[in-house]
């Protein structure tokens, strides 16, 4: 490993502001660029100075801030297992620093900076949960992190380099939507002296809950230490009054008894050896004991013991939670009880989000179940706050959404599952305009059918001589390119270049890929024709470059005709068949007709006539779809009537 900071490819891209692709590009165009130094095969690591000399010898720009050069010294301190360790103590050298900045200013001078600076962090941060592992023994590194804070601040210092973190172990660390953890909070956490997250990771509801208004107090706790630690700092850089501890929260309470005014909670799913064994007759169970595999019924009774009486619960759940037969005698038991108030559908195949409020002594029990799905909604997530406040108020639900009364749940199967008891509303006003673009698409699917006439012969309409697309090349009456580009990227950059992509071309969509500027690309002009391994069609238009699998036949448009050669390599590339264990045919030795221009023209006309027709076929099938949709669920919700 070298002793160098590091630099992934992700790393590379960002610094010199372009996308991966492009990184991919030059790595595989470039014999000098820098050999990996450490990481591994598919994810290698290459050392910052030799890539930082490489974009200055190719005059490419490239910004390393601060605070990357923070980061960068982090990954060189420490592997990617032990990142978070290292990190912790970062965190808490900044508390220190908030707390006492006068003795950071002179400690900073001291030679001994290196042997006194643990101490005096410990000090500083007695009582607050203590990362796990060594003090990196590392005085550049605190005195990069000090002079990063004057930019960012020792909060935004923290947050940029725990989001360089979560990047790295985006696959092991499932942290809460941003835009979720905001509806939960909104929901339930307004006014709420006391917010508490028992499976709190990273702490990303609780900085939520707080930024809701929810706290002062604000409580905590998760299964790793790492992310525990992490949590909490991040709460009291932000100033929060914080709580959070390490542990198995269904094991190992850490707030036995505790009540907060509000629970927020998206725990863990699916985890078997949730400890079903060891909490048999736990006072927590008050709806029934969880199943041994629905660990998430656990996770619901545990966040209402936690909670005062009238206070509430946002829980995300799997999709299966509202219909499993295993929970259903907790689910009945739960709505028996007026302590599940809603179940909505976020995204399609999950989460669900529960909202429950504990029941008070003598409370009055709601008759209705509200459900609603915001997976295919316009609105979104804000129709389930919209719903949810709906409900409260006594208003109208919005669409989307319905109350349902409890006494229709309570039956053999109590399937809470939003989808099961909304019907799908129509939009009937749509009806005619959809009725209208379906008839106009069936006109001219209609109108674009060429008059072919069959021979009495057999055919074919030619002397049978033919050539091959090879052979036209060799004579120059076209140019065949071939795309150089091996993956497409999403636009990351203001000059970057639209690809038109395998997809495009079958779709007969416009340029949907972008990857950088980079010698060897293939651009497209309107008149060209480009081939797939299973097509092929003529440009309308140019600008774009070509993408993976695709080639490029540029024709003379004096001597060959573009829709001619197009039409004849469909058939051999789509519609002929292949001799067996062909994969796909070779484009080259691909066949056309010897024809005069004025022959190819006439040809061509009606190959470019049956593509419209092939186009048309689609439109018309999603326009017929559509039309179909929208007048079954009319006529179904009473929207629509047949005339007369």
């Not at 939520?208 to 107090?217: F, H, Q, T, V, Y």
């Not at 009054?241 to 190992?252: C, N, P, S, T, Y």
């Not at 416009?510 to 440009?539: C, E, K, N, Q, Y």
Request: some cysteine; overall charge negative.
């Amino acid at each position: 490993m070298s002793q160098d900071a590091t630099v992934n490819a992700g790393d590379i891209a960002r610094l010199a502001e372009v996308g991966r692709a492009a990184v991919s590009n030059w790595r595989r165009r470039y014999e000098d660029f820098p050999q990996p130094v450490g990481g591994t095969a598919s994810s290698p690591l290459f050392s910052l100075p030799e890539v930082e000399a490489w974009l200055r010898r190719y005059g490419k720009s490239y910004a390393v801030s601060p605070g990357d050069r923070v980061w960068q010294r982090l990954r060189q301190i420490a592997d990617d297992l032990r990142l978070g360790e290292v990190l912790g103590h970062v965190g808490a050298f900044l508390l220190y620093r908030r707390r006492d900045p006068d003795g950071w200013a002179r400690l900073s001078q001291a030679p001994d900076l290196a042997e006194r600076l643990p101490d005096a962090v410990a000090a500083a941060t007695t009582g607050l949960p203590r990362p796990p592992g060594d003090d990196p023994a590392d005085p550049e590194l605190f005195r990069q992190v000090a002079a990063m804070t004057e930019r960012y601040g020792d909060a935004g210092t923290f947050e940029f380099l725990c989001e360089r973190y979560v990047e790295v172990h985006s696959r092991r660390l499932s942290l809460t939507r941003p835009d979720v953890a905001a509806l939960m909070t909104r929901l339930v956490c307004p006014g709420a002296s006391s917010v508490l997250d028992p499976a709190c990771g990273l702490g990303t509801l609780l900085i939520s809950a707080a930024e809701a208004g929810g706290g002062p107090r604000l409580l905590g706790q998760d299964a790793g230490e790492v992310p525990a630690v992490l949590a909490a700092l991040r709460l009291l850089l932000r100033g929060r009054d914080a709580v959070v501890a390490a542990g198995d929260a269904l094991r190992h309470d850490a707030f036995p008894g505790g009540q907060a005014d509000a629970v927020v909670c998206d725990p863990p799913f699916n985890e078997r050896a949730w400890g079903h064994e060891e909490l048999v007759g736990d006072p927590r169970w008050q709806y029934g004991m969880p199943p041994r595999g629905e660990p998430e019924l656990a996770w619901v009774q545990h966040c209402l013991a936690h909670v005062r009486p009238g206070g509430l619960v946002a829980v995300l759940m799997p999709s299966a939670a509202a219909s499993r037969r295993p929970g259903r005698r907790i689910r009945a038991n739960l709505l028996r009880a007026g302590a599940l108030r809603a179940v909505a559908t976020l995204s399609a195949g999950g989460p669900d989000l529960w909202l429950l409020r504990r029941p008070e002594q003598g409370g009055r029990r709601p008759g209705t179940l509200l459900v609603a799905d915001a997976s295919d909604a316009e609105a979104g997530l804000e129709l389930v706050e919209a719903a949810w406040h709906a409900s409260l108020s006594g208003r109208d639900q919005p669409g989307g959404s319905r109350s349902v009364p409890i006494i229709d749940l309570l039956d053999d199967e109590v399937d809470l599952s939003p989808a099961r008891h909304l019907t799908p509303h129509s939009d009937a006003r749509r009806y005619p305009a959809a009725r209208d673009r379906f008839e106009q698409a069936a006109g001219a699917l209609l109108a674009a059918i060429p008059d072919l006439e069959v021979l009495a012969d057999g055919g074919p309409d030619w002397d049978g001589s033919q050539t091959s697309v090879a052979e036209l090349a060799k004579a120059g009456l076209l140019a065949v390119h071939h795309s150089a580009l091996r993956e497409v990227g999403e636009r990351d950059r203001d000059d970057a270049v639209p690809v038109l992509t395998v997809d495009d071309l079958l779709s007969a969509g416009p340029p949907s890929g972008w990857t950088a500027p980079a010698p060897g690309l293939v651009r497209v002009r309107a008149g060209d024709v480009v081939a797939s391994p299973v097509t092929a069609r003529v440009a309308d238009t140019g600008g774009a470059v070509l993408g993976p699998q695709l080639s490029l036949l540029r024709p003379d448009p004096e001597r060959l005709d573009p829709e001619f050669l197009a039409g004849f390599l469909r058939f051999t590339l789509g519609g002929a068949r292949p001799h067996l264990g062909s994969s796909r045919a070779d484009l080259r030795r691909a066949r056309v007709p010897r024809l005069p221009l004025p022959g190819q023209r006439t040809y061509g006309g009606a190959f470019r006539r049956l593509l419209a027709v092939e186009d048309g076929l689609r439109e018309a099938a999603a326009l017929g779809d559509e039309l179909a949709r929208i007048g079954l669920a009319g006529l179904a919700d009473g929207r629509l009537r047949p005339r007369g």
